[in-house]
């Protein structure tokens, strides 16, 4: 979902960026990375839409493998959401993106992780602090309408710094 496709935390920062340039959100799924090189001692939330979430749904396994302490958050909109942004706005109409998704809750079972499914803000805010107190790897997912685009909220800064310039607010 375009809303927020990717959230992680290192020990010192936060991130939170609606998706990787390609547009497929391919970096939606590194919270057992964030957790066992940044956070060993706390809790990581990612979250993700569900089209950039079956890009790597096997994080999932990684996680329950090691027992790792990683909550995600897939916003199930049935859209590869990002795609269906560019393409409606170059074109008028989406064309491919939709989604066949799978049934979350069975998926969470398969993986061996604990799953929850979710239809409101208080729900999720209810179910996220129970994943998080749970201590274990966990697939929350919350089904939502369309998502707004996030792309304006992207800061992106130049890899180098040009002396006495500012890059403008994004």
């Known amino acids: ?6 959230a992680w935390s290192t020990s010192r920062t936060t991130t939170a960026s609606p998706g990787c340039p390609t547009a497929c959100s391919c970096t939606g799924n590194s919270p057992v990375c964030s957790k066992v090189a ?3 001692g706390r809790a990581v939330v990612s979250v993700t839409g569900d089209g950039g979430f079956g890009w790597g749904m096997q994080e999932l396994l990684t996680a329950a ?3 790792l302490q990683t909550v995600t958050v897939v916003f199930n909109d049935g859209y590869y959401g990002n ?5 409606t706005a170059t074109f008028g109409r989406a064309t491919g993106a939709e989604l066949r998704n799978p049934d979350f809750g069975k998926l969470a079972e398969a993986f061996g992780v604990a799953g929850a499914s979710v239809s409101s ?3 999720l805010e209810s179910v996220l602090k129970k994943a998080i107190a749970d201590g274990g790897p966990w697939l929350i997912e919350a089904r939502v309408g369309d998502m707004p685009s996030a792309w304006h909220l992207n800061r992106m800064r ?3 710094r040009i002396a006495d310039h500012t890059p403008p607010p994004n």
């Open 1 to 6: 979902a375009r809303a927020m496709s990717t």
């Open 38 to 40: 940044g956070n060993p």
């Open 65 to 67: 493998k090691y027992g």
């Open 83 to 87: 795609i269906k942004t560019f393409h």
């Open 121 to 123: 803000p208080g729900e």
């Open 158 to 160: 130049p890899a180098y």
